[in-house]
């Protein structure tokens, strides 16, 4: 085929050509497409003996034909996976994602030019996630990604599709009532543009009417259907900015859990329904999970829930005008666990002058707190780096150098006006892993052992401490044969 070149009297390209990167036996399109169509064609008939690249080329061929062809020979292959019941081997997987991902991406290409049919084979390929997830016993990794994709796809397919919304709230409900491994919650949300007002109605009453169904066979044990419909029951609450219908999907019990309560008191909130959020909120002030079936006592709860459920009861506090109470609360949590946000709000809450008082007497209750990483970790990210200085040459016998991050962090942020402090901080780090063997953290060991090197000089006075030489001569005295983190030294440049 001749090749035609273009001058400066051409018109311009309609399409522009691809890009040329590297030489001309780098591969990409613009290399490629220099072999000329029937070379490319007859690679591509050699290649077509692996089944993936034969079915590809496939439905190539069907898409330039026609879309009703297209659509034909994707149902017949998702047919075939339906049917399918044998387990998908872990060597499989990753062949058998890149199979689907084929076809979703073929499914995406139909939608260009026939969207409902492409709507429907994307439902019946969301069908297939019970029973392929059950073939590999989990949902997530490559194959769990595809069907990910592919939910988040339908609202754009669906928009173009255009079908009745009541139609495509039943194909929802009906993926969601099936949905054993908790994937399609987000289709909610993801489909709500084009279901409406009717069609979210529509869906909200088939998900109650089959909620109803499974309370009444429970009978209170935990069903795992149920969590499912549940959870899609609040999705659709939140879209439609329903508060009641929120709440409705807990139970009497889970509102006193303080992860859930904080849920309700946030939308509460957000409602407008200050009032009611505090109510709310006070229902979960206490524990309620038992430790056992003969016990009247209580579990501490999550702190990391019951942090969130502190967040929201300060913010239904202010909103009902106990601001005081909840001032107090602030400097309480701050006392009890060094919390920088609960200064920073109580400091925000202060008058002019008040705030300067009160952080100075937040920075001595850090200085003098019993949990030394707690405090150290307070006064680096505060900062007050004076202070973290102090505290770490007054309590040295508490710095404890498996903690690796913290130590780190708070070395790097002192090194260069108290490298005393940041010195103290590595030699307790490289100890800890000398003393221990911990052979995975030699090279950082190493690393800190150069840094510490680094910043002798700039120390006039070591104190009570060792000075560089004696540490130095102390811990190859002691450690002299570990030859794994010698070799690590070394090969960092330096000696031990």
Known sequence: MARVTATTTDKPAKVAAKTRKGSKTTLSE???????AERLATILMDLSVDSYVKRALRLELFA?????????????????????????????????????????????????????????????????AGSVFDRISQPEGPIGEVFAEARDAVGDIAASAKIAPVDLADRVARL?????????????????????????????????????QRSARSAGAYDAKASVVRDALRRLADINGDVGAFIATFSETQRRF??????????????????????????????????????????????????????????????????????????????????IPRLR?????????DDVVAEDDAKKIAAE??????????????PDLAAAARLIINRHGAINGADE??????????????????????????????TYGVAGRYRAAAQQW???????????????????????????????????????????GGSF
Not at 345 to 353: H, I, N, S, T, Y
Request: charged fraction near 25%.
């Open 64 to 128: 330039e034909a026609s879309p009703e062809g297209l659509a034909l020979e994707i149902s017949k292959r998702l047919a075939a996976i339906a049917k399918a019941t044998s387990r998908i081997h872990w060597r499989k997987r990753a062949a058998f994602a890149r199979d689907m991902d084929l076809h979703f991406r073929m499914i995406r290409r139909l939608a260009e030019s026939d969207p409902k049919a492409a709507l429907a084979l994307l439902m019946d390929f969301l069908d297939l």
């Open 30 to 36: 613009a290399n490629l497409a220099d072999l000329g």
């Open 369 to 382: 707190f019993p949990r030394f990483e707690a405090a150290l970790a307070f006064l680096i990210e505060w």
């Open 258 to 339: 303080p992860a859930i309560a904080a849920e309700i008191g946030r939308r509460l909130l957000v409602a407008g329904k200050a009032g009611e959020a505090l109510a709310a909120l006070e229902a979960a002030a206490a524990p309620v999970k038992p430790r056992g079936p003969l016990s009247v006592r209580a579990e501490p709860d999550d702190p990391v829930e019951r942090a969130a459920w502190e967040d929201v009861y300060l913010e239904a506090l202010q909103a009902n005008g106990r601001q005081d109470e909840a001032q107090r609360r602030r400097w309480a949590a701050f006392e009890d666990t060094l919390s």
């Open 405 to 434: 991050d913290l130590l780190t962090a708070a070395a790097r942020r002192l090194e260069g006006t108290y490298p005393l402090a940041a010195t103290l901080l590595l030699r307790a780090m490289i100890r800890n892993v000398l």
């Open 176 to 212: 969601i009532l099936c949905d054993d491994h908790f994937v399609f919650g987000p289709l909610v949300a993801v489909a709500a543009p084009s279901l409406g007002v009717a069609g979210q109605a529509r869906l909200g009453e088939r998900l109650q009417a089959a909620l109803t």
């Open 345 to 353: 709000a109580f400091l925000k809450g202060l008058p002019d002058f």
């Open 450 to 492: 150069l840094e510490m090197e680094s910043l002798a000089p700039m120390i006039s006075d070591f104190g009570e401490f060792p000075d560089h030489e004696t540490f130095m001569a102390d811990l190859r005295a002691m450690h002299g044969r570990k030859q794994g983190f010698r070799a690590e030294l070394e090969a960092l």
